[in-house]
């Protein structure tokens, strides 16, 4: 690797090197600041059949609709109540 940074012109290598930093730096933030923002819109999300808070389970059939459990989901698919219908 050393030899073909010393072949390659001093612009290309800079822009190698900084790009690298840039997702270090992307990496260590989502490691300390905890999350991205799927993480804390998923607190908010309702589930689809008992509205309870923090749903996570999506549906398999429509992957529009949010559950609770796979047990609230399955119920769901009984009372035909998903978004996939």
Same mark, same amino acid.
């Given at each position: 690797?050393?030899? @073909? ?9 800079? @822009? #190698? #090197?900084?790009?690298? #930093?840039?997702?270090? @730096? @992307? ?5 300390? #600041? /905890? ?7 998923? +607190? ?7 509205? +309870?808070? /923090?749903?996570?389970?999506? %549906? ?11 047990? %609230?989901? +399955?119920?769901?698919? +009984? ?7």
């Amino acid at each position: 690797m050393v030899g @073909l940074a010393q072949k390659l012109p001093f612009p290309v290598v800079a @822009l #190698g #090197g900084a790009i690298v #930093g840039v997702f270090a @730096l @992307l990496k260590l933030k989502r490691l300390v #600041g /905890g999350g991205d923002f799927a993480d804390a819109q998923a +607190k908010y999300r309702r589930c689809n059949r008992c509205a +309870k808070k /923090g749903a996570k389970v999506r %549906c398999t059939r429509c992957r529009r609709a949010y559950y609770c459990s796979r047990s %609230c989901l +399955k119920a769901a698919w +009984k009372l035909e109540i998903c978004e996939c219908d």
